[in-house]
């Protein structure tokens, strides 16, 4: 007679843990620090980290997992939004919220179509995996641009796109490599 071990859903974790790092990545967007005279913010550093979180429960646990992590975390980044202007008497700007919102929630779910393409039909070759985050940063940036600086973009933008994007692509190589070589599929392995 086997027996069927019951594994227990510990799913509820990562979702908390994107959850709290969206709300500080959001939080530490308003702080930046300067290369070659371009300001750039702090929150640069940590969302590559956001897609990982999210790779990573699609590959453990499923698609369907992953839906409710990004909606959950989208949802309390708004909410935090709004009770920390509430508490502080501040007038929530409508613009302010939504480009990080649209940018963040648009980037995901373009990030976890494309993951999870590649775990359900490819062996996950590295530089896939690579180009699926640095793709979906991408995605956030231009939503984020289209939102929330209306198109108007200026010279400061543009240097600071691609400084952004050098310094992330930096990360992302870092936890591409981490996600091919330590994350196996399923909760068994």
């Known amino acids: 007679m086997s027996r069927i071990k019951k594994l227990y859903d510990d799913s509820w974790m990562y979702i908390l843990l994107l959850t709290t790092l969206t709300i500080l990545l959001y939080s530490l967007s308003t702080y930046k620090f300067s290369v070659s005279d371009t300001k750039i913010t702090y929150s640069i550093l940590g969302l590559p980290l ?7 429960i699609t590959k453990k646990y499923n698609y369907a997992k992953t839906v409710t992590a990004i909606a959950t ?5 708004v909410i935090f939004v709004l009770v920390v202007n509430f508490a502080l008497g501040k007038e929530t700007v409508l613009i302010d919220i939504s480009g990080h919102f649209c940018g963040y929630v648009i980037s995901q779910f373009v990030n976890l179509t494309i993951y999870y393409f590649l775990i359900q ?3 996950q070759p590295l530089p896939l995996i690579f180009l699926t ?5 991408i995605v956030f940036y231009m939503f984020y641009t289209i939102i929330n600086l209306n198109m108007m973009i200026s010279e400061q933008y ?8 050098c310094i992330q692509s930096l990360i992302c190589a870092i936890i591409s490599i981490i996600d091919k070589k330590t994350i196996r599929k399923g909760r068994d392995n």
């Open 158 to 165: 543009w240097s600071g796109y691609f400084i952004t994007l």
């Open 121 to 123: 039909n490819t062996n």
């Open 73 to 77: 975390s989208a949802v309390f980044m």
């Open 133 to 137: 985050y640095l793709f979906s940063l």
């Open 50 to 56: 956001v897609f990982f979180i999210a790779n990573y």
